[in-house]
């Protein structure tokens, strides 16, 4: 846009035209201070939410957005602000930026060293970003522009000491000392001048002086170099002239004196990167954004500095966040400075540099911490060639970095429960929280230190309301608004997961929002894909890229999950870009999967199918194969908290036709693993979701599963009700075999109700026609069990050995082992006992082929009881043993109960006749 000038340096001020216009209020002001910035660039959307609102953002965010954007066209014009798929970009050169345009007159002034160029771009310097400006834009970007603007002046000063111009440079730089108390290498320059001047004494006291400020400030001593100096001034030597010697940098950070744990990262650290090593080593700490990566490598330089006695320099590489990752040759042009090259040596192209560091690090024993890389490209041209250490952080795992340049990956995990409780202690101020609220704590912030840390001070500002702050805590939606300091973005969960977020590519962006919108995990990769409608080698490929980020992580053998806290902001980002629509979808797909890999599981132990299968969305990825009734069993047993939760949050967003088929399929596997709490819950589920889908036939099946849950549970008048009703709707629908089967359920109950003739008039009606062998194998052992119930023994014996014949003839092993078990009972009851024992251990076996819990713990009472009546103390008093280890392993019911104490009464009478001698 011709016309339009930013001034940031000094004072705020847009002119148009040569008119200054009047921009009001802090967030317009920011807002046209950022894209400036960026003059000719986009900036996200994300960036600029991320610092304009830092404290506290409005409820409708992008709105409020919208309208400062709305604002600012009016004020410069309606084409001065473009937007592109990358985000709003302002129509300004750079030139017209006062800030730009220092820092590129910077740029060519430090290149040829020229005195008189450098002078004139620090003319142009004054207070950066100042009028009005909000605080996060100003620690983001303020820093680096102090930072630019100190290394000009001091290389000015260097300047124009070599020419021989000292005339008020002691009093420059003692007004620079005032202003900036802990640059140690402004601190240098003045001792040097003062010497130089004659003026020793002084030089001293400034000495002492700058000592106590650092100590103050940083809680350091003065650097090795400062050191040296000193002693040459107290030695009354001539002081050295260091000016052909190579500079010792010593640019660590501030240790955390928090800092505490990551023993096993600093023992790897001092394991890959040993004392006196002459080849160069590169080690990777990646992990999750706010995991404490920073603060280990820092906190392991600081512990290890003594390897390195030729210095340490440190470079934050920018590689996540507001600003653009640092280029490589930038990042060497500011690591060759900080080995004490000045421009005029630094070449101008990336190859030049990178062969130019290698040679001055040649020689030296020195450590590079590269901070926040963001990939192996970044990284290569600084690597040296030997002798240096390099120490990389990112969020990313940097995998090309170690398959090509054989750096070493150390993965640096939020702190587990104990690491995490001490580190709250230290940061918290209120003793009054016992380590289960400690813990909670924990949990709820991920174990990220950055989270931690947030926490605390939230606490200790508050201090009466920690409660409070842990209910909010509690809460998905409310979570990031508590880990959002305001002080900075550096500081803030939001804008350090956005700046992650804001790395990835359409596809695995919208899987993160996907995986957080949902209400189950882990997941496996097939139900990856299905949940974001990807072919599974695209999400195999999308999912990876999350992983690396560390923005998922792997739990075990192919399951991954998000922590709670990314769990938190993939909601939030999945409510503000995805409509209601979307999310549906993407929940149904998953649904749709797990219910077909459900029935395939399902017919691997029964094809009788009741109801016809769903047609499957489009595109939806196939279930899994799952050949073996193994391999079914082993699916189900790994799926099984995540199948029920499904059920749950199916019916809860009113899916109640997915809800209640998902159900029913799960019937079989709960029955069999006696989970019946869960079957519990997850039929009653089915009944009412069936009822709101109205599906008569799908309500009837469910009231069959029903039913015979409420049964196996004891509470047998609410399984007779419920299987009444089953039976209803499914004469209603003509529906034969759904009839005898339920007829054959509600004999069971009404026996176990004392109502043996009830129970044989059901079984007789379901006989009555013709039928499926396995189904009739099944109502003639239900027979069987109602003539033992009324003592007729000789023709149960006879029903069941009818019922045996059939479900073998029908391939049934499960209905074979119960007709097994009910065979047993009539032998043992007519006095047949060998025959008994046989019957009973063919049921225990077959159950135990089948992990039928129930089955099994039932057929061994019954065997052991056997065994003692014949005699067989010793085998009796093993099988009752090992039939009371499988129930106390199993969920309690009261049906477990009375089994549990008919067992210890048996047990009793073992203990009567087992041998003493």
Same mark, same amino acid.
């Given at each position: 846009?011709?016309?339009?000038?930013?001034?940031?340096?000094?004072?705020?001020?847009?002119?148009?035209? /040569?008119?200054?216009?009047?921009?009001?209020? =802090?967030?317009?002001?920011?807002?046209?201070?950022?894209?400036?910035?960026?003059?000719?660039?986009?900036?996200?959307?994300?960036?600029?939410?991320?610092?304009?609102?830092?404290?506290?953002?409005?409820?409708?965010?992008?709105?409020?957005?919208?309208?400062?954007?709305?604002?600012?066209?009016?004020? @410069?014009?309606?084409?001065?602000?473009?937007?592109? *798929?990358?985000?709003?970009?302002?129509?300004?050169?750079?030139?017209?930026?006062?800030?730009?345009?220092?820092?590129?007159?910077?740029?060519?002034?430090?290149?040829?060293?020229?005195?008189?160029? &450098?002078?004139?771009?620090?003319?142009?310097?004054? *207070?950066?970003?100042?009028?009005?400006?909000? =605080?996060?834009?100003?620690?983001?970007? /303020?820093? #680096?522009?102090?930072?630019?603007?100190?290394?000009?002046?001091?290389?000015?000063?260097?300047?124009?000491?070599?020419?021989?111009?000292?005339?008020? $440079?002691?009093?420059?730089?003692?007004?620079?000392?005032?202003?900036?108390?802990?640059?140690?290498?402004?601190?240098?320059?003045?001792?040097?001048?003062?010497?130089?001047?004659?003026?020793?004494?002084?030089?001293?006291?400034?000495?002492?002086?700058?000592?106590?400020?650092?100590?103050?400030?940083?809680?350091?001593?003065?650097?090795?170099?400062?050191?040296?100096?000193?002693?040459?001034?107290?030695?009354?030597?001539?002081?050295?002239?260091?000016?052909?010697?190579?500079?010792?940098?010593?640019?660590?950070?501030?240790? @955390?004196?928090?800092?505490?744990?990551?023993?096993?990262?600093?023992?790897?650290?001092?394991?890959?990167?040993?004392?006196?090593?002459?080849?160069?080593?590169?080690?990777?700490?990646?992990?999750?954004?706010?995991?404490?990566?920073?603060?280990?490598?820092?906190?392991?330089?600081?512990?290890?500095?003594?390897?390195?006695?030729?210095?340490?320099?440190?470079?934050?590489?920018?590689?996540?966040?507001?600003?653009?990752?640092?280029?490589?040759?930038?990042?060497?042009?500011?690591?060759?400075?900080?080995?004490?090259?000045? /421009?005029?040596?630094?070449?101008?192209?990336?190859?030049?540099?990178?062969?130019?560091?290698?040679?001055?690090?040649?020689?030296?024993?020195?450590?590079?911490?590269?901070?926040?890389?963001?990939?192996?490209?970044?990284?290569?041209?600084?690597?040296?060639?030997?002798?240096?250490?390099?120490?990389?952080?990112?969020?990313?795992?940097?995998?090309?970095?170690?398959?090509?340049?054989?750096?070493?990956?150390?993965?640096?995990?939020?702190?587990?429960?104990?690491?995490?409780?001490?580190?709250?202690?230290?940061? $918290?101020?209120?003793?009054?929280?016992?380590?289960?609220?400690?813990?909670?704590?924990?949990?709820?912030?991920?174990?990220?230190?950055?989270?931690?840390? $947030?926490?605390?001070?939230?606490?200790?500002?508050?201090?009466?309301?920690?409660?409070?702050?842990?209910?909010?805590?509690?809460?998905?939606?409310?979570?990031?608004?508590? &880990?959002?300091?305001?002080?900075?973005?550096?500081?803030?969960?939001?804008?350090?997961?956005?700046?992650?977020?804001?790395?990835?590519?359409?596809?695995?962006?919208?899987?993160?929002?996907?995986?957080?919108?949902?209400?189950?995990?882990?997941?496996?990769?097939?139900?990856?894909?299905?949940?974001?409608?990807?072919?599974?080698?695209?999400?195999?490929?999308?999912?990876?890229?999350?992983?690396?980020?560390?923005?998922?992580?792997?739990?075990?053998?192919?399951?991954?999950?998000?922590?709670?806290?990314?769990?938190?902001?993939?909601?939030?980002?999945?409510?503000?870009?995805?409509?209601?629509?979307?999310?549906?979808?993407?929940?149904?797909?998953?649904?749709?999967?797990?219910?077909?890999?459900?029935?395939?599981?399902?017919?691997?132990?029964?094809?009788?199918?009741?109801?016809?299968? &769903?047609?499957?969305?489009? /595109?939806?990825?196939?279930?899994?194969?799952?050949?073996?009734?193994?391999?079914?069993?082993?699916?189900? #047993?790994?799926?099984?908290?995540?199948?029920?939760?499904?059920?749950?949050?199916?019916?809860?967003?009113?899916?109640?036709?997915?809800?209640?088929?998902?159900?029913?399929?799960?019937?079989?596997?709960?029955?069999?693993?006696?989970?019946?709490?869960?079957?519990?819950?997850?039929?009653?589920?089915?009944?009412?979701?069936?009822?709101?889908?109205?599906?008569?036939?799908?309500?009837?099946?469910?009231?069959?599963?029903?039913?015979?849950?409420?049964?196996?549970?004891?509470?047998?008048?609410?399984?007779?009700?419920?299987?009444?009703?089953?039976?209803?709707?499914?004469?209603?629908?003509?529906? #034969?075999?759904?009839?005898?089967?339920?007829?054959?359920?509600?004999?069971?109950?009404?026996?176990?109700?004392?109502?043996?003739?009830?129970? $044989?008039?059901? @079984?007789?009606?379901?006989?009555?026609?013709?039928?499926?062998?396995?189904?009739?194998?099944?109502?003639?052992?239900?027979?069987?069990?109602?003539?033992?119930?009324?003592?007729?023994?000789?023709?149960?014996?006879?029903?069941?050995?009818?019922?045996?014949? @059939?479900?073998?003839?029908?391939?049934?092993?499960?209905?074979?082992?119960?007709?097994?078990?009910?065979?047993?009972?009539?032998?043992?009851?007519?006095?047949?006992?060998?025959?008994?024992?046989?019957?009973?251990?063919?049921?225990?076996?077959?159950?135990?082929?089948?992990?039928?819990?129930?089955?099994?713990?039932?057929?061994?009472?019954?065997?052991?009881?056997?065994? &003692?009546?014949?005699?067989?103390?010793?085998?009796?008093?093993?099988?009752?043993?090992?039939?009371?280890?499988?129930?106390?392993?199993?969920?309690?019911?009261?049906?477990?109960?009375?089994?549990? *104490?008919?067992?210890?009464?048996?047990?009793?009478?073992?203990?009567?006749?087992?041998?003493?001698?």
């Amino acid at each position: 846009m011709s016309g339009l000038q930013v001034r940031l340096l000094g004072v705020f001020e847009v002119v148009v035209d /040569g008119r200054a216009v009047v921009v009001r209020g =802090a967030t317009q002001r920011s807002c046209l201070a950022l894209l400036a910035l960026r003059a000719g660039r986009s900036v996200p959307p994300e960036t600029l939410i991320d610092l304009l609102w830092a404290e506290r953002a409005p409820k409708n965010v992008r709105a409020a957005l919208h309208s400062v954007i709305a604002k600012s066209r009016q004020l @410069l014009g309606p084409e001065s602000i473009g937007r592109d *798929e990358a985000g709003y970009r302002l129509d300004i050169v750079p030139a017209d930026v006062d800030v730009l345009r220092f820092l590129a007159l910077l740029d060519d002034a430090e290149r040829s060293d020229d005195r008189q160029q &450098l002078a004139a771009a620090l003319a142009l310097w004054g *207070e950066p970003l100042a009028g009005g400006i909000v =605080a996060s834009i100003r620690h983001e970007h /303020g820093p #680096e522009l102090y930072e630019r603007y100190l290394r000009g002046v001091e290389r000015r000063i260097d300047l124009d000491l070599e020419a021989g111009q000292r005339t008020g $440079i002691c009093e420059e730089l003692g007004r620079l000392t005032h202003t900036f108390p802990l640059r140690e290498s402004l601190w240098l320059r003045l001792l040097k001048a003062l010497v130089a001047e004659g003026r020793r004494p002084e030089a001293l006291d400034q000495y002492e002086r700058m000592r106590v400020q650092l100590a103050d400030g940083l809680g350091i001593d003065p650097s090795a170099e400062l050191q040296a100096f000193h002693l040459s001034l107290l030695d009354d030597d001539p002081v050295p002239d260091r000016t052909a010697q190579p500079a010792v940098p010593r640019q660590l950070p501030l240790d @955390l004196r928090r800092f505490i744990g990551r023993t096993a990262q600093l023992e790897e650290l001092n394991r890959l990167l040993p004392s006196g090593s002459d080849t160069a080593r590169v080690v990777v700490l990646h992990g999750a954004a706010g995991a404490g990566k920073t603060s280990l490598a820092v906190h392991w330089a600081h512990q290890a500095k003594d390897r390195f006695p030729d210095g340490q320099i440190f470079l934050g590489l920018r590689g996540y966040g507001a600003r653009e990752p640092l280029d490589a040759e930038t990042a060497l042009d500011t690591i060759l400075r900080g080995l004490g090259l000045p /421009g005029a040596r630094i070449p101008a192209d990336l190859e030049s540099r990178s062969a130019l560091l290698r040679t001055e690090l040649a020689a030296r024993r020195l450590l590079l911490i590269l901070d926040d890389a963001r990939s192996a490209d970044q990284i290569r041209p600084l690597l040296p060639g030997s002798s240096t250490q390099v120490l990389v952080t990112s969020r990313s795992r940097l995998s090309s970095l170690t398959v090509r340049d054989g750096a070493e990956p150390i993965a640096v995990p939020a702190l587990d429960g104990p690491e995490g409780r001490e580190l709250l202690r230290r940061l $918290i101020q209120n003793p009054a929280l016992d380590e289960r609220a400690l813990d909670e704590l924990v949990r709820l912030c991920s174990g990220l230190p950055l989270a931690l840390a $947030i926490t605390g001070e939230q606490l200790n500002r508050h201090p009466d309301e920690a409660e409070s702050v842990t209910g909010r805590l509690r809460s998905l939606a409310e979570r990031i608004d508590v &880990l959002s300091s305001g002080d900075s973005p550096a500081t803030d969960v939001r804008a350090v997961l956005s700046w992650s977020y804001q790395a990835l590519d359409p596809e695995a962006a919208a899987m993160l929002r996907a995986l957080g919108a949902i209400a189950v995990e882990p997941l496996r990769l097939p139900a990856i894909a299905a949940l974001a409608g990807l072919p599974l080698a695209d999400a195999r490929r999308t999912l990876r890229v999350l992983t690396d980020l560390h923005l998922v992580h792997q739990v075990d053998a192919g399951q991954v999950r998000l922590h709670d806290v990314m769990r938190a902001y993939a909601r939030e980002r999945s409510a503000a870009e995805d409509g209601a629509a979307v999310r549906h979808d993407a929940a149904n797909r998953l649904v749709h999967w797990y219910l077909s890999t459900a029935e395939v599981a399902r017919t691997r132990e029964s094809e009788l199918r009741l109801l016809p299968l &769903l047609p499957a969305p489009p /595109g939806a990825p196939e279930s899994l194969p799952l050949a073996s009734t193994e391999d079914a069993r082993a699916w189900f #047993e790994a799926e099984r908290r995540t199948l029920i939760t499904l059920v749950l949050d199916t019916a809860e967003r009113g899916e109640h036709e997915l809800a209640a088929r998902l159900a029913v399929t799960l019937w079989d596997d709960l029955e069999r693993s006696y989970a019946l709490t869960d079957s519990r819950l997850v039929q009653a589920t089915a009944v009412t979701s069936a009822a709101r889908a109205g599906d008569p036939l799908l309500r009837a099946v469910a009231l069959n599963q029903h039913g015979a849950t409420l049964g196996m549970s004891g509470d047998l008048e609410a399984a007779a009700d419920a299987l009444r009703e089953a039976l209803t709707l499914f004469a209603a629908a003509g529906h #034969e075999y759904g009839e005898r089967m339920v007829r054959s359920n509600l004999s069971i109950a009404l026996r176990l109700l004392g109502r043996p003739q009830e129970a $044989i008039e059901q @079984l007789e009606l379901a006989l009555a026609g013709s039928m499926a062998t396995e189904q009739e194998g099944t109502l003639r052992n239900n027979l069987a069990m109602t003539y033992l119930a009324t003592a007729q023994y000789d023709e149960a014996v006879a029903s069941a050995t009818e019922a045996i014949r @059939l479900h073998r003839l029908a391939g049934d092993t499960r209905g074979t082992a119960y007709a097994q078990d009910t065979l047993g009972q009539g032998l043992k009851a007519v006095g047949d006992l060998p025959a008994a024992l046989a019957a009973f251990q063919d049921a225990a076996r077959l159950n135990e082929k089948l992990d039928n819990h129930g089955g099994l713990s039932g057929s061994l009472v019954r065997l052991g009881e056997t065994e &003692l009546a014949a005699g067989l103390v010793t085998e009796a008093r093993k099988t009752l043993m090992r039939a009371l280890r499988l129930l106390s392993a199993s969920e309690r019911s009261g049906w477990q109960r009375e089994q549990e *104490e008919r067992i210890r009464a048996l047990l009793t009478q073992t203990a009567r006749v087992w041998p003493t001698g």
